[in-house]
Structure formats: structure tokens, C-alpha cells
């Protein structure tokens, strides 16, 4: 089974500075899917990034960007120029090709950003 | 365009009485999945349906639990007999015909559900 871990329960980050939120993932796929949700206190849960495993290049949405080691299966996520904005939960999670039905998410436990102004 | 829509936002119930979450999936939308997120807890997968199917439900409870999501009108998740243990936030996401789980979910704003 597929388990994604996120070993950083709170991180906190000065406002306008980068903080990188870590996730590790354990799967023997070999093609399959990252994300990056946030959760704000409104508790929606928002996409931010999205990573295919068969793509070298890490993927960059604005200000957020990853770093995929797809031999060390590490999909770290940092967040450049921080804003208050972006204080939150940010959960990691992983997704396996679709086939037999299972197309379920699976998410790590979250990390709760915290932006200090 | 509405997202995803869940309601009750809050539901409040007893104990050994009947819960029911609702969730509309985004417009175009035809593939449903339920979530359990826990107090300090990540998402739980529970249960991916399309219309009238139930394709995967590796995650969802064998007692009390069931959805559905039915030709016309929301999904539904239904627990019977609820215990305190139940009590969680429900979420519900949706997206559009899979491809080799390329598909982004939508998620809704989730259901509270609080269990005295």
C-alpha cells in the first residue's frame, strides 16, 4: 500500500521569506501522481501543484514550486515570497494510475504553515 | 460555474441516529469520491462512485456506511447508528472521466459532522 509522510508538523516562516514544506512517499509504482493541497481555516481543500511522476521537470505554479527526487521519493514543496495568505494546512498526497478502480488520494497528516508578518 | 457543493456544512446527531451527507459534483463533473478527514489528521479515502456505480470502496467502513450516487440528484453517504467515533469532517470531491488519474479532484468545502 502506498503511504505519503510529512515529517514536519509546523513550520513557520517570516512574511516575503521561502520556506519549504517536506513530504516522502513510499510506492512500487512507477508512474504515478503528486500534489500539494492547502487547506485554510476555511478548511476548503485547494490544489496548489500537481507532479507526474514520468515528467523530469518539476513542475512551478507562480510562487510554489516543487523539487521531485523520483529515486529518493521526495516531493518537496517550496513557497517562495511568502504572504499571509499562505498561512495553512498543506497536505501531500498521492495519486496511482487509474486501473482496477482504485483511484483514490492518499494523503500524508499535513503540515501547518504559519506566517509570521 | 458552482463548485463542488456539500450540505449540511454542520450536522449534529446523537448517538444511534442517522447521518446523511450530500455532495453535487461540479458541473460536467460525473465521478464522486468521499474523504473522512479526523481531528490532526490528513484526508482517509473512503469511496469512489460514478452515476449508479460504486467503483472502489477499499476505504470505507463494512458497517453502517454506505453511498450511493444515484442517475438524477447528489451523492449520498449515509451512516447509520452513529457512534462518537464517526464524528469528523466528511469531504466530497469530484472530477471528470479519468485518465490514467491525470484528473484533478474538486473538493467541496466538506461536512462537519459532530456526534454527542
Known amino acids: 500500500a502506498q503511504t505519503v509522510t510529512q515529517s514536519q508538523p509546523e513550520m513557520s516562516v517570516q512574511e516575503a521569506e521561502t520556506v519549504t514544506l517536506s513530504c516522502t512517499y513510499d510506492t512500487s509504482e512507477s508512474d504515478y501522481y503528486l500534489f500539494w493541497y492547502k487547506q485554510p481555516p476555511s478548511r476548503q481543500m485547494i490544489l496548489v501543484i500537481r507532479q507526474e511522476a514520468y515528467k523530469q521537470q518539476n513542475a512551478t505554479e507562480n510562487r510554489f514550486s516543487v523539487n521531485f527526487q523520483k529515486a529518493a521519493k521526495s516531493f518537496s514543496l517550496k513557497i517562495s515570497d511568502s504572504q499571509l495568505g499562505d498561512a495553512a494546512m498543506y497536505f501531500c498526497?498521492?495519486?496511482?494510475?487509474?486501473?482496477?478502480?482504485?483511484?483514490?488520494?492518499?494523503f500524508g497528516k499535513g503540515t501547518h504553515l504559519i506566517i509570521q508578518p | 460555474n458552482a463548485g463542488v457543493m456539500q450540505n449540511p456544512r454542520h450536522l449534529v446527531r446523537r448517538r444511534g441516529q442517522e447521518a446523511r451527507l450530500r455532495c453535487s459534483p461540479m458541473?460536467?463533473?460525473?465521478?464522486v469520491y468521499w474523504y473522512r478527514q479526523l481531528p490532526e489528521e490528513g484526508l482517509k479515502f473512503m469511496v469512489y462512485?460514478?452515476?449508479?456505480?460504486?467503483?472502489?470502496e477499499s476505504g470505507m467502513p463494512k458497517e453502517r456506511f454506505s453511498a450511493e450516487f444515484p442517475k438524477e440528484g447528489p451523492s449520498i453517504l449515509r451512516i447509520q447508528q452513529v457512534v462518537r467515533g464517526d464524528s469528523a469532517a466528511y469531504f466530497c470531491?469530484?472530477?471528470?472521466?479519468?485518465?490514467?488519474?491525470?484528473?484533478?479532484?474538486?473538493f467541496g468545502a466538506g461536512s462537519r459532522l459532530t456526534v454527542l
Open positions: 470531491a469530484s472530477s471528470r472521466r479519468t485518465v490514467e488519474g491525470a484528473n484533478v479532484l474538486t
Open positions: 458541473k460536467g463533473h460525473s465521478h
Open positions: 498526497a498521492y495519486r496511482r494510475p487509474s486501473g482496477g478502480g482504485a483511484d483514490g488520494l492518499t
Open positions: 462512485l460514478q452515476k449508479e456505480n460504486i467503483i472502489d
